[in-house]
């Protein structure tokens, strides 16, 4: 999120266009796609999906809440997508306003987590989807989004706890899907091209962020 709301989200045409890829396979049959892109198109046939299980979470250290399906698209990260990206928000609000915002089917984003300043985090969105978050569609696709609950400019916001248990989380993140941990694959919001949002800030202390990350990346699980 960030200081503006998030205006209309390059991801809700996709629904409609992975529809037509759809009628475009069934249409055209095999003769027209080689194998391997039909390999990457099976899980759009209906009926044909990653088992999934109500409440589970990608992050042990997380409690599931599930963001409105309107919020996210669903996908088969990082089969479909590449996941090579972290991007850091702050909600521009508190905890339990960012969890109402994004079980609002008509709020138009969310992100896959959300870090309280206490350290407790909510998932919202499994990984495995694409979270509405970043305002630009190719890096919606390609990233996680961790939001921090708080303000831009209440550098208070942003406790001991809220930095190191976001820390875990990214590093795990990075650990999974062979993100490296420096500041190409690990961005602010404000600078996912495109974007009008400023989160998460001149008071977000990225040295001391990124040094807790490979902290954790390195330690023993
Ligand atoms: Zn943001």
Redesign the pocket.
């Known amino acids: ?2 200081q503006r709301k ?1 205006s209309k989200d390059g991801d809700r045409k996709v629904g409609r266009r992975a529809l037509l890829i759809g009628g475009t396979v069934a249409a055209a049959g095999s003769a027209l796609l080689a194998r391997d892109e039909l390999a990457r198109l099976w899980w759009r046939v209906p009926g044909v999906e990653k088992p999934r299980k109500d409440g589970e979470v990608d992050y042990a250290g997380a409690r599931w809440v599930a963001a409105s399906d309107a919020n996210w698209r669903r996908a088969d990260r990082p089969d479909d997508y590449g996941i090579d990206m972290v ?1 850091i ?3 521009q609000g508190g905890f339990d306003s960012a969890v109402k915002a994004f079980q609002n089917p008509s709020h138009g984003a969310a ?1 896959h987590y959300i870090v309280r300043k206490d350290g407790h985090i909510a998932q919202m969105i499994r990984e495995l989807d694409v979270a509405y ?3 630009n569609r190719d890096y919606n696709e390609r990233s996680v ?1 961790i ?1 921090h609950a708080g303000f831009v400019d209440r550098p208070q916001d942003f406790t001991d706890e809220m930095y190191e248990a976001s820390a875990r989380l990214t590093a795990r993140v990075c650990a999974r899907y062979g993100i490296p941990v420096d500041r190409e694959h690990i961005i602010g ?1 404000v600078e996912v091209p495109g ?1 009008d ?1 400023t ?2 800030g001149p008071h977000w202390d990225w040295d001391r962020y990124m040094r807790l990350v490979r902290e954790a990346r390195t330690a023993p699980a």
Request: glycine share 16%; net charge negative; hydrophobic share 30%.
């Open positions: 999120m960030g998030a991007v928000h702050v909600t992100s978050h970043a305002g989004g939001e919001h974007t949002h989160d998460p």
